[in-house]
């Protein structure tokens, strides 16, 4: 896209007098689905393929998970259905050990964002997705370093604007901006597309002038479909790249950063749960052991799938089923206990009293939950739907299939409720 090779045309110039690049530091912000994951990897590999010596590039996201999951399920799939692919030796997914190396020796590395991650490395091209998340420097502290001694090297640095709490990403939003006012045009390019802050949010004139993907790859009836279901502060942090004061997530991701590990797994006493979406479009099994160690067990489209899969659990591992008896997955009810499995059907003030144990536990760190995107997905989008002094998930009016979500809290609440009543323990789950 046009603005895609605009960054490119202007942070890989190189200086006429010394052939190195022109700009050490480039730094974009651009509202989310604008092709961010496109421009890093063609970046990298212009790095890693065109550059007359051997290239070492650091990649960095948010968390090492989500740095993983960026090069090994985006990146890595992209280079393989290329010619690209071609130029590959060897793609790396052990934990830990994550990286594209190519024949010429060159190699694309997750680093993790701690401070003393890039010790004992050099580094020739750093890339600092998802800034908005850094509450610090230290994933820029772990990089500068590394790099020094390499006088061709550049730091990357790519995101969607944040809230008050992006420190990071505000200093070099300030910096970028004081540069272009300054004309200043030595060591950094700065690249930002966002509205106006007094611009109307709901005019498809205002998201025509800040999201540079409209029109390419995105379409006016999306952005509209986006504005509708989405809270203010979150499509004007999304789609307009305009920063504001608060993170409007019922749950921070900070917060949901900290209980979630991808190597959780229940185990002693467990309780398994069933949900569908509002669409009826797919369903969720979730289950969670006394401790408060949760997994999302299976997400398949449909509802059809649900009965056998949940017989096939429960002959496995005797443990309890719970539903929202007055959700979409009430009407399953009859038929899963039909195929043998006995299903506590759960009343609206149950399913209210479940969101609320489920909330604090989360908020107290009480629980972990097995890293998964659809829930990642789910808890950002997530809706309060109030009735008198209690609130549920709102199924409605929600950019994600909230099941997922709905699955794992009548989970934990069940598995917390067993521990608190003695329950008798079952087989465990693996």
């Given amino acids: 896209m046009p603005w895609q090779q605009q960054v490119a045309d202007v942070g890989l110039e190189l200086d006429t007098d010394t052939g190195l690049p022109a700009y050490r530091e480039i730094v974009v912000t651009v ?73 010429n020796g060159s190699r694309i590395d997750v680093l993790a964002t701690s401070e003393a991650a890039g010790h004992g490395r050099t580094i020739d091209l750093g890339v600092i997705d998802e800034a908005f998340a850094d509450t610090d420097d230290r994933r820029e502290q772990a990089l500068l370093p590394a790099m020094a001694t390499r ?17 990071y990403l505000n200093r070099k939003i300030e910096a970028g901006r004081a540069a272009v006012t300054n004309g200043d045009r030595t060591g950094i390019a700065y690249f930002e597309w966002s509205a106006d802050e007094a611009a109307d949010i709901d005019d498809p004139r205002t998201w025509r002038s800040c999201m540079p993907a409209l029109g390419h790859t995105i379409d006016e009836q999306v952005v509209a479909h986006a504005r509708a279901t989405m809270s203010e502060g979150d499509f004007r942090r999304s789609w307009l790249n305009q920063a504001t004061t608060s993170d409007e997530r019922i749950i921070p991701a900070s917060v949901w950063d900290q209980v979630c590990d991808p190597l959780v797994r229940p185990e002693g006493r467990l309780a398994f749960a069933v949900d569908v979406n509002a669409e009826r479009s797919a369903a969720s099994i979730a289950v969670s052991d006394e401790q408060g160690r949760i997994e999302l067990v299976d997400h398949r489209p449909g509802v059809s799938w649900i009965v056998e899969r949940i017989r096939e659990l429960i002959a496995r591992w005797d443990a309890p089923v719970v539903l929202d008896g007055y959700g979409p997955a ?22 209210a009293n479940a969101c609320g144990v489920f909330y604090d536990a989360v908020s107290d760190r009480k629980l972990q939950i097995r890293r998964h995107d659809l829930l990642d997905e789910a808890i950002a989008a997530a809706r309060r739907r109030t009735s008198g002094d209690s609130w549920s998930w709102a199924r409605s009016d929600t950019s994600a299939d909230i099941s997922p979500l709905v699955a794992i809290t009548l989970a934990y609440e069940r598995a917390a409720s067993n521990r608190a009543n003695g329950a008798e323990a079952w087989v465990a789950w693996d």
């Avoid at 007359?52 to 968390?63: E, M």
């Avoid at 009430?330 to 059907?345: P, T, W």
């Fill in 31 to 103: 509202p989310r689905q604008s092709g961010k994951t496109t421009l890093v990897l063609g970046w990298e590999l212009q790095r890693a393929l065109r550059w007359p010596t051997v290239q070492r590039c650091a990649y960095t996201a948010q968390t090492g998970w989500d740095a993983r999951r960026k090069l090994i399920d985006d990146q890595a799939p992209l280079i393989n259905h290329s010619p690209m692919r071609a130029a590959v030796d060897r793609v790396f997914r052990g934990a830990g050990t994550e990286a594209i190396v190519f024949k």
């Fill in 151 to 167: 006088a061709a090297a550049q730091i990357l640095v790519v995101s969607t604007a944040g809230t008050e709490a992006s420190v």
């Fill in 330 to 351: 009430g009407s399953l009810l009859d038929a899963i206990e039909g195929a043998g499995v006995h299903v506590e059907k759960l009343s609206s003030r149950q399913v």
